[in-house]
């Protein structure tokens, strides 16, 4: 089976990072090794102790993007699997399900998830289908249990570390149009924190924007309406508007 190199990057959220660590570890599948990159101070003194399959990167605050690639290249298994700090899977088998997709000849696997509110509204199911032709209007891909052969690094390069806000959908584009399947894994496998300190947040936006059309640039894509994984949840037929934020 498949061996699986999970990459955390993290930055002054311990209380949510041990939740992290604590639900990957909790797979009935496990990891060859968990990799923590921080991007503040704190992280190794927070979870160092927890595992021995753990390690703490210091990305020296240069920013998440290279933290992902400062993982990665420190990762040894046959296959990356990324979960931000704050998120956490909530199905243990899913790590099994992904090996056996892995098996079977695959190079790309996402999953369905839920949007978890800390202000105690209802979760809101993430499912979504994704190929080369859907990611050039919508990235409806979660980051948080996103699984790959690390080999595709050596295909296609490092994460684009000039799209701060917009380097997984690049990520995801450039390994489609490659010519690699996309394979969905249709189960709700992780949670997605929604808060007040989602990096996609309000306050950001002007970044966020002048960021979406340097990636629309770069793919030459018509104009992209700016959204989140949030909006994109609400927006699906079905989903009440009241769940938006």
Request: contains cysteine; hydrophobic residues 40%.
């Amino acid at each position: 089976m498949s061996s699986i190199s999970v990459v955390i990057p993290t930055r002054g959220r311990p209380h949510f990072l041990k939740q992290a660590i604590a639900s990957v570890l909790a797979q009935t599948h496990a990891p060859r090794e968990i990799i923590v990159v921080d991007d503040g101070v704190g992280a190794a003194e927070a979870v160092s102790h927890m595992h021995p399959s753990i390690t703490v990167l210091d990305n020296r605050e240069r920013g998440p993007v290279p933290a992902r690639n400062m993982g990665v290249a420190h990762a040894s298994g046959e296959v990356i699997c990324f979960l931000d700090d704050d998120d956490w899977f909530t199905d243990e088998t899913y790590f099994d399900k992904a090996a056996q997709a892995f098996d079977r000849g695959a190079a790309f696997c996402y999953a369905d998830g839920i949007m978890a509110f800390e202000d105690g509204r209802d979760s809101l199911p993430f499912a979504f289908h994704a190929d080369a032709d859907t990611l050039t209007r919508d990235n409806t891909i979660l980051i948080s249990g996103v699984m790959y052969r690390r080999s595709l690094h050596a295909e296609l390069g490092p994460f684009d570390e000039t799209l701060p806000f917009y380097w997984d959908w690049d990520w995801y584009l450039r390994v489609a149009r490659a010519g690699h399947e996309l394979t969905r894994i249709p189960s709700a496998v992780v949670a997605i924190r929604v808060h007040a300190r989602n990096m996609s947040g309000d306050s950001l936006e002007a970044q966020r924007r002048d960021n979406l059309k340097a990636f629309s640039t770069k793919h030459q894509l018509a104009p992209i309406p700016l959204k989140n994984h949030l909006d994109i949840a609400t927006q699906a037929p079905g989903k009440p508007p009241e769940a938006s934020s």
